[in-house]
């Protein structure tokens, strides 16, 4: 609308001279621009070419009446907003209200009192100037709020794509970073086997020659000293009265107890000796030197030996009850697998179990004996299932679910590592291709299942590599708490 204001003229239009003359006197000595029009239509033709900012309108006139003319330019949106001040004859109140009811802004009475005209003219002036600047200033805001819009909208459409790109790198880094768990997680497994499995062939190697050294001379021994035994009783026959001396050492040494008990006493070596020996062996039956490969093996060969290197930890240790161990073995046939990994994994979750049978024990002590039962099945001649069984507290159905992620546990910091778990299904789902899984009911026990193919001719490029140099060498205590978490 500003175009209309774009002039400081005052438009007069009358029909009669004098007053035009008159008029346009005054205003122009007091400073005003003035024109003229002696119709309503000149008028209307006038103001179409050239907006005045103020129109003095008389009403009588020949043609269209003032009324009229105020009409049509209200009429127009182009000249509506002109303020238009009436001229009227002084009595007459009935144009004055018609006039105003037409939009116009004021009127001023015939004969013209020059300075009411003038005061009338200057204040609509002034609000005409007033809205004017207004009229700018608005039209200013509305630019400035249209800016605004457009910046805004180009903030949010700015904030959306960060968000997005956060929100993709974000996708991005946790993907790395459980890449890199992975990794190390593997790292961490074939460290720790190759680890623990030379630390445990190394003590088999080391005890196995003198072990067996003893317990081959034991029985030559026990040969020797049954003779030499024989050969005093001959003696005691045929010499019934012996010197004084061997009498007295006869008593000193208390032949009769002696005779009696030597040969409990090498029974008992006997049975020390075959005790370490079987322990050896499960040690180097766990350890497997061939475990990078896939070897044709007794699973349940694997299952004792592990159970036999828990067995300390399974033992009655006062006032701690012992932990029973039931085996139900079926008749297996030779199993394909890695035996010294799925030993690992034997190890793994027995450990686990004998663990919450602690917990069991410390809570509730003599209520419950402690139990871990092992199961073994054919299914279907293409699979075995291993199931793990014990009397535990069980686990919450809310972590069941996160048992197999890496560094996930329960256990104080020092007992627990968290990768007991994942390992194991790593390798018992993409080494062997099976399965294993958990079912458990709080404060009923826990049961894992362990499921692996008869044969893995067709796995084994599942291999893992094992990648020692890309590990640091493993502190001791790192080892320590390596070989307690297995
Ligand atoms: N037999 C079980 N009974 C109860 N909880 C178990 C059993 N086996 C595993 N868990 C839970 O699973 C968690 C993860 O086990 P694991 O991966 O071996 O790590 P860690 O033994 O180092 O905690 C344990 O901390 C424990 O909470
Ligand atoms: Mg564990």
């Known amino acids: 609308m500003t175009h ?29 621009d003035v024109a003229v029009a002696t119709s309503g239509e000149s008028a ?5 070419y050239d907006s005045p900012a103020l129109i003095l309108l008389d009403i009588m006139m020949p043609g269209i009446d003032g009324f009229e003319t105020c009409r049509r330019l209200k009429a127009n949106p182009n000249t509506k907003d002109i303020p238009i001040i009436f001229m009227t004859a002084l009595s007459d109140s009935v144009d004055k209200v018609k006039g105003l009811l037409l939009g116009a802004v004021d009127y001023i009475t015939k004969p013209f009192q020059q300075a009411e005209v003038l005061a009338r003219v200057q204040v609509h002036m002034q609000l005409r100037n007033v809205s004017t600047a207004l009229e700018e200033q608005n039209v200013h805001l509305k630019q400035e709020i249209e800016e605004r819009i457009a910046a805004e909208a180009a903030l949010q459409q700015l904030t959306q794509d960060l968000e997005h790109r956060v929100e993709e790198r974000t996708k991005e880094l946790s993907q790395a970073l459980h890449n890199l768990q992975e990794a190390q997680v593997k790292l961490v497994q ?56 061997i009498q007295e050492k006869i008593q000193e040494i208390d032949l009769e107890f002696l005779v009696e ?31 990078a490969e896939i070897k044709a093996v007794d699973i349940h060969e694997g299952i004792d030996s592990t159970l036999m290197i828990l067995q300390y930890r399974l033992n009655q240790k006062s006032p701690h009850p012992a932990i029973h ?15 010294g990994k799925m030993n690992q994994v034997f190890m793994n979750i027995l450990s686990n179990a004998i663990d919450a049978l602690e917990e069991v024990i410390d809570t509730y002590n003599s209520l ?6 092992i199961y073994t099945h054919v299914v279907e001649a293409k699979h075995i299932k291993i199931r793990i069984i014990d009397n535990g507290p069980g686990i919450l159905q809310e972590i069941q679910k996160q048992l197999f992620d890496p560094f996930f546990t329960t256990k104080r910091a020092g007992k627990g590592t968290g990768l007991g778990l994942s390992i194991s299904y790593q390798i018992v789902t993409e080494q062997h291709g099976g399965s294993l899984s958990c079912i458990s009911n709080p404060g009923k026990g826990t049961e894992f299942v362990i499921e692996i193919p008869l044969g893995q001719s067709a796995l084994s490029h599942y291999q893992l590599q094992p990648s020692p140099n890309l590990l640091e060498p493993l502190t001791q205590s790192q080892l320590l708490s390596v070989s307690g978490n297995i």
């Open 261 to 291: 008990d030597l040969p409990n006493l090498f029974s008992s070596m006997q049975i020390g000796a075959e005790r370490i020996s079987e322990i050896v062996k499960s040690f180097r039956t766990f350890s497997r030197h061939d475990e």
């Open 368 to 373: 419950i004996t402690p139990t871990i039962w």
């Open 4 to 32: 209309l204001f774009n002039s400081n003229v005052i438009l007069i239009v009358d029909d009669i001279p004098t007053n035009l003359e008159v008029l346009s006197e005054a205003l122009t000595d007091t400073g005003f």
């Open 190 to 245: 074939s460290e720790k086997l190759a680890t623990l499995g030379q630390l445990v062939a190394g003590v088999a190697h080391e005890i196995n020659n003198p072990i067996n050294f003893i317990y081959a001379n034991i029985q030559h021994a026990n040969h020797y000293i049954h003779n030499l035994l024989e050969l005093i009783q001959l003696y005691l026959v045929q010499y019934p009265h012996p010197t004084t001396d």
């Open 325 to 339: 161990v039931i085996k139900k073995y079926e008749n297996l046939p030779i199993i394909e697998c890695y035996p």
């Open 44 to 48: 209307i033709r006038q103001i179409e």
